[in-house]
């Protein structure tokens, strides 16, 4: 069974704070890995998209991607109450076809 | 470039009562899914098709649920019957290539009362 886990949160930080998201997955040939942001009622948007080891930069969004440890996180600089959202980890399985999200773990910004 | 496109919006139906979800793609992109996702949880893959075969259905209840992709663009996916435990938000997604990411719909909300 092909997971992907995530502390479900809440996650509390306050504005101007950084906030740190995680998650590890289990399929050690994952080749894809994605964050996704999803507001109360909307469906999920991406954010980010990582597919070696190391950081990637977007404006205040960095990931990073340890395959070794199966690990991969979501950096929010400067942290906005517009950032209150659920944020889904999802993994590319080998072939590239398939992904599998994970349950999502749920950010509170706090002005 | 329009984005994916689901409709009805909502749907509210007795249980036993059966519904259909219609989904567009964005153009040209070659493979889709439909997710469910109960409230609290992450998207869970129904059915996944490239071009108008399926790839994985290995998760679909195919007792009560089908779907289908004609001519490799649109897809529709039906419940009969629907149980209370199918209430849940019906997510389409389309991808570009392979290992890229997915562009979501906006959802179908089903209420199965």
């Known amino acids: 069974q092909k997971e992907v886990e995530q502390n479900s949160g809440p996650l509390s930080v306050p504005e101007g704070a950084i906030a740190s998201l995680n998650c590890t997955y289990s399929?050690?040939?994952?080749?894809?890995f994605f964050w996704y942001r999803q507001y109360s009622g909307k469906s999920p948007e991406l954010i980010m998209s990582?597919?070696?080891?190391g950081d990637k930069e977007d404006g205040r969004f960095t990931a990073q991607l340890n395959k070794a440890s199966q690990y991969v996180s979501l950096l929010i600089r400067d942290s906005q109450p517009s950032d209150s959202a659920t944020y889904l980890c999802?993994?590319?399985?080998?072939?590239?076809?398939?992904?599998?999200f994970g349950a999502g773990t749920r950010l509170f910004v706090k002005a | 470039e329009a984005g994916v496109a689901q409709s009805p919006r909502y749907k509210i139906i007795e249980k036993r009562q059966s519904v259909a979800f219609w989904c567009n793609p964005i153009?040209?992109?070659?493979?889709l899914y439909w997710y469910q996702q109960i409230l609290g949880q992450g998207p869970k893959l129904l059915i996944q098709?490239?071009?108008?075969?399926?790839?994985?259905d290995s998760q679909l209840p195919k007792d009560r649920f089908s779907a289908e992709r004609l001519k490799g663009v649109d897809s529709t996916l039906k419940i009969q019957p629907a149980k209370l435990e199918d209430s849940a938000v019906y997510l389409c997604?389309?991808?570009?290539?392979?290992?890229?990411?997915?562009?979501f719909g906006p959802g179908t909300r089903l209420t199965v009362t």
């Open positions: 990582i597919y070696s080891n």
């Open positions: 153009s040209g992109h070659a493979t």
């Open positions: 098709f490239q071009n108008n075969g399926v790839v994985d």
């Open positions: 399929d050690r040939g994952s080749q894809s």
């Open positions: 997604a389309s991808r570009p290539g392979q290992g890229e990411w997915q562009y």
């Open positions: 999802a993994v590319g399985l080998p072939g590239g076809f398939k992904t599998i």
